[in-house]
């Protein structure tokens, strides 16, 4: 019989009311009091001290003191960012959410601070914990939405859509498990799906392992409502980790692993089988006459791969890696020294390179030629651990390719054929219709190369630091051979006359190489640099400008001398202006080379200054003339400020759209701020940017962006668990080549005008008529960027750096040809959400 004597003790103890200490009571109130008065001095540091002894001695005040607490912890570490005590600042977040574990203004701004210092996932988790404290907080919900696509990559919708896919994996385990393997281990689980499938098959024993956090519940999440949690055993970490017999009791007889990316190896899963066969599985079959039962020895699904690759010609690709043009905006590009996107695999491995990209070269816009035939570049047995081991230190393999078409080489791409056992293989390859995109090297010596029918393309292949690499190095041409890597200009060195032009201009040319070495540019801003309608735009519209206020300088003045054409005006008769561009941008140089300018670039990598400065010394811009601002300020948030004290700025120049086609965050604060800024006739650039978007049925957009369909997937449901990631915009769209039907002509959604400091933008409500009948699944949307009446360019044109962007509808909308549709557009800080409504009360179209 238990002691029940003592339980009314310990009630009568917890329902005591505290005892009223006097001396506490006094020493809280004045915390209190002196808390509120530090407020008022604006001194958030010793406020922020107050509330934390008061709320720590008197919970009570909890409720009350809510909202005091949290404006002086924002105020505080707003100052202690702003000094860049980053540690105190966490520590400061970290007390407040003791006392308020469940605050979500609190989570989500703390979420902010992480994001900013590039915590992303930390900073996910924190938006997420927010939205599920309060599904209807705004900034929560934009916020998560901005880290979702890190969190869980939008390529496991694809992946989970693809029934193909889905069902051979799903027959190589029960095949392999049903043939005695029992024991399996499901390196990188993604959202369990593998793991459940053996699971289903009949396996004894299955554990898993993901190394992603948010992953890695949400597969605990999905395998208990599977009702296989006590089945399943995952674990977090990443299998290189994994030890026998601390995380799982055994050596297993089965590890399946769709841990592969485009190029294959990229996620390491050659490292993650020698770790595996060393470690984790049982030893190998070998031979035929050494039979062991399969629960004794160990396999791999997949069983092995065979990787192919082509030579291509893409117009695309290359205005994405080399710089094609001679002049930008009025520069000659000459002096700019070689420059490179950061994918390659010529040079010594580097963590700033990679060495290959991915593209879906079915959706490349403008397409691709093939040059050469497919060839196999590689073939790998994932159950010879002897020739895992030996793939690193594989000889470099030198393929001979016949050139098949005429073309400019531009990269090789990859794709391969994943062998899961002897009767399934899934392949990756650009004709197939699958969710895979290929792997690209691009060549990228700065000019390209003319390949002929005839010719031989010679190719190396090697398996460095576990990245397969592919490296195009020569070409044999009659006999000869052509480097691709060691030359100055291919068709020069092929012709030799040219040939005797280069010699002659050489020697200069090329010690200023050496001495300039290159300099890499994202590829972005390589297409940026390669978008001559963008410079021309902004070369225009930034001399007229110009123009307009050297005219109304002398009336300004009340001079009436010799000024106007510029030539006896002196230094005070400057025109400031500032490009505050993300990354690298020429504007300020094309700005400084109007003459009368003094230009001031945001440009902050000091080998990307080099570049505008070597630029600027070629094309005759005075050196003073050309200024780097982030040199001289301390914290970015100096970035709008004026030239110097007596001066404003003539134009302020304002990157207001991200690559991926978004609105940049806080751009209409920028705006506002910039406007203030300017002399009297000054401009910011862009004055004014117009959202356009059309109605499209688009099943592609579906499958990037949620799990489709009521039935489970493989009979497992796991839709409801990833589709809590879906987002509601899809960005980084190719809107040309996107696999969708037009339902809409084009249609303006929203004016920004960056110039009317009256402007409040609020909802909108469009209404769109339908030209076709479909179902309309989502809204791509891209912007027309106004410089100024008569300069503007598209972020939809061809040769843009831009991609689009596309609101993807929660329900699909039927539509008949005629019927009109009320999309309510709204711009909540720079962020545009779409709803889309049948709109009751329009006009059907006349019956026919
Ligand atoms: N993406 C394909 C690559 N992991 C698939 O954390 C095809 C990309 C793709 N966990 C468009 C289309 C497609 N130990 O969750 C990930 C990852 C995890 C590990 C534990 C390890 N050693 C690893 C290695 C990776 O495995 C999961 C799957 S990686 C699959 C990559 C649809 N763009």
């Known amino acids: 019989m238990p002691n029940t004597s003592a339980r009314p003790k310990h009630g009568r103890r917890a329902r005591r009311r505290p005892r009223e200490d006097p001396a506490r009571n006094e020493l809280v ?28 001695l008197a919970p009570v005040f909890k409720d009350l003191a809510r909202e005091s607490f949290r404006f002086t912890l924002f105020k505080w570490t707003e100052e202690l960012d702003s000094v860049g005590r980053i540690q105190d600042l966490f520590e400061c977040y970290e007390q407040a959410l003791e006392l308020f574990p469940a605050d979500e203004v609190i989570l989500n701004s703390m979420g902010e601070h992480l994001f900013r210092m590039g915590f992303r996932d930390e900073a996910a988790g924190h938006f997420h914990k927010a939205l599920k404290l309060r599904p209807d907080y705004p900034e929560a919900r934009e916020n998560f939405y901005r880290v979702a696509n890190w969190l869980v990559e939008r390529w496991h919708f694809l992946m989970l859509n693809d029934r193909g896919r889905n069902r051979k994996y799903q027959q190589a385990i029960q095949k392999a498990v049903r043939s005695g393997c029992s024991t399996v281990l499901d390196i990188g689980t993604g959202t369990g799906i593998l793991s459940m499938c053996a699971k289903k098959a009949g396996a004894a024993e299955v554990y898993a ?36 017999p601390k995380d799982i009791p055994d050596r297993v007889s089965l590890v399946v692993t769709e841990t592969v990316d485009a190029g294959l190896f990229g996620e390491g899963i050659i490292e993650s089988l020698i770790h595996a066969w060393h470690h984790l599985l049982l030893p190998p079959q070998r031979g035929e006459n050494e039979f062991r039962e399969p629960s004794q020895t160990g396999r791999v699904i997949p069983a092995g791969a065979t990787v192919f690759a082509i030579a291509l010609e893409c117009l695309e690709i290359r205005r994405c890696h080399r710089l094609c043009v001679s002049e930008v905006g009025g520069l000659s590009m000459a002096a ?77 791409a990859v794709w391969f054929q994943l062998h899961l056992d002897e009767d399934n293989s899934l392949s990756t390859g650009p004709q197939e219709d699958t969710c895979w995109e290929q792997a690209i090297y691009p060549v990228h010596s700065a000019e390209g190369f003319l390949l002929k029918p005839g010719d031989e393309l010679v ?18 041409r009659d006999g000869r051979e052509i480097r691709l890597d060691k030359r100055s200009d291919p068709r020069e060195t092929a012709n030799p006359e040219a040939e005797l032009c280069t010699a002659l201009s050489g020697l200069q040319t090329d010690q200023s190489r050496q001495a300039k070495g290159f300099s890499m540019l994202e590829c972005s801003e390589i297409a940026l640099l390669n978008n001559l309608d963008y410079h021309r735009c902004f070369s225009s519209a930034l001399d007229k400008l110009i123009c307009q206020l050297k005219l109304k300088l002398p009336n300004q003045e009340g001079s009436n001398s010799s000024s106007g054409s510029g030539s006896g005006s002196g230094p005070d008769e400057l025109h400031y202006v500032l490009d505050v561009s993300e990354g690298f941008s020429l504007l300020s140089l094309i700005a400084a080379r109007l003459g009368q300018v003094k230009a001031y670039s945001s ?50 120049i304002l990157d207001c759209v991200e690559t991926c086609g978004l609105i940049r965050q806080k751009l209409m604060e ?28 688009s099943d592609t957009l579906l499958l990037e962006s949620a799990v489709q369909g009521q039935e489970p997937t493989l009979g497992f449901n796991i839709a409801p668990f990833i589709n809590q990631f879906t987002v509601p915009v899809h960005v980084f769209l190719d809107f040309s080549t996107l696999e969708c039907k037009h339902l809409s002509e084009s249609v303006e959604l929203f004016v920004l005008d960056l110039m009317d400091a009256t402007a409040n933008y609020t909802n909108r409500e469009v209404k769109v008529q339908a030209t076709h009948a479909g179902r309309i699944t989502a809204i791509p949307f891209w912007y027309h960027i106004h410089l100024d009446p008569e300069n503007s360019v598209s972020t939809l044109s061809h040769n843009s750096h831009w991609k689009q962007a596309a609101a993807v509808l929660q329900q699909p909308l039927e539509v008949r040809a005629g019927d009109w549709v009320r999309l309510d557009v709204k711009i909540h800080k720079s962020t545009i959400s779409i709803a889309a409504h049948p709109e009751e009360d329009s006009p059907r179209p006349a019956q026919q």
């Open 29 to 56: 109130s004045s915390s209190l009091e002196s808390a509120q008065q530090c407020l008022l001095n604006q001194d958030y540091g010793t406020a922020f001290v107050h509330y934390l002894l008061v709320l720590n």
């Open 459 to 476: 190719v190396e292949v090697s398996c460095r630091d576990a990245y397969l690499r592919l490296c195009s190095v020569a070409v044999l």
């Open 209 to 244: 392992c993901e190394l992603s956090k948010t992953m890695y519940e949400l597969a605990c999440e999905v395998v208990a409502a599977n009702g296989m949690d006590g089945d399943i055993k995952i674990l977090h970490m990443k299998s290189l980790e994994m030890e026998v």
């Open 336 to 412: 700019a020294g070689e420059l490179r996107s950061p994918v390659s695999c010529s040079s010594e491995p580097d963590d700033s390179m990679e060495p290959y990209t991915t593209e879906r070269l079915s959706r490349l816009p403008g397409g691709y030629r093939p040059l050469t035939d497919p060839f196999t570049a590689l073939t790998i047995d994932f159950n010879d651990v002897q020739e895992l081991e030996g793939l690193s230190s594989r000889p470099v393999q030198r393929l001979r390719l016949a050139v098949t078409q005429q073309g400019e080489l531009d990269a090789l």
């Open 670 to 697: 920028k705006a506002s701020l910039a406007r203030c800024l300017l002399e009297e006739g000054g401009q910011i650039f862009p004055q004014k940017i117009v959202v356009s978007g059309m109605l499209v049925e």
């Open 603 to 652: 440009v902050e990598k000091s080998k990307h200054q080099e570049v505008l400065k070597r630029l600027a010394r070629s094309n005759r811009v005075p050196e003073r003339r050309l200024e780097f601002w982030l040199n001289h300020v301390e914290d970015e948030q100096g970035v709008l400020q004026r030239p110097s004290n007596e001066k404003l700025w003539s134009a302020i």
